[in-house]
């Protein structure tokens, strides 16, 4: 008597979708991993100590640090090092991770005067106010707007329509 072979097509159909399953696995995984975001310019440690105060220039800071990301306004003898790293996970808001700011200052003669620091740790979140800001005149309506030019027309004056 012959064997009756079954119908392996629900096995094989199980057998496509596991598979499926295994090679998307990884990139659905991969969607969801955070991206990192480095910016500014945080000069590196070593060179920083390597730094004389009273006798280190403008020039030999520039040499060694780099450029500042930013200069104060009003005095350019402050200058800023700043440097932010962000994580960004999928489609949210990017959070961030660590910021760190140096602030060099010179003085009058251009040497190096101080170093000083900060990290995340001493920023503040700033709320914005939910006012407006009032404005001068009146609020005029359609209907005081209309009313307001019946008695502004002159008939004798007119243009004949």
């Not at 920083?48 to 403008?58: Q, T």
């Not at 800023?80 to 489609?91: D, Q, V």
């Not at 005081?144 to 008939?155: S, Y």
């Amino acid at each position: 008597m012959p064997m009756k072979t079954q119908n392996l097509r629900p096995r094989s159909g199980l057998k496509r979708l596991l598979c499926a399953t295994v090679c998307l696995l990884p990139l659905v995984l991969a969607a969801c991993e955070s991206r990192v975001g480095t910016r500014g310019n945080l000069p590196d440690p070593d060179l920083i100590e390597s730094l004389e105060m009273g006798i280190s220039g403008r020039d030999e800071v520039t040499q060694m640090l780099g450029s500042p990301s930013s200069v104060a306004i009003f005095d350019f003898e402050t200058w800023f090092y700043i440097s932010e790293r962000t994580e960004t996970t999928a489609f949210f808001e990017p959070e961030v991770v660590d910021r760190k700011i140096l602030i060099v200052k010179f003085d009058k003669q251009g040497t190096l005067a101080s170093l000083s620091g900060f990290g995340l740790e001493a920023s503040h979140n700033v709320e914005p106010v939910e006012r407006t800001t009032p404005t001068a005149g009146n609020d005029v309506t359609v209907l005081d707007q209309i009313l307001g030019n019946l008695g502004r027309f002159n008939k004798a004056g007119g243009s004949g329509l």
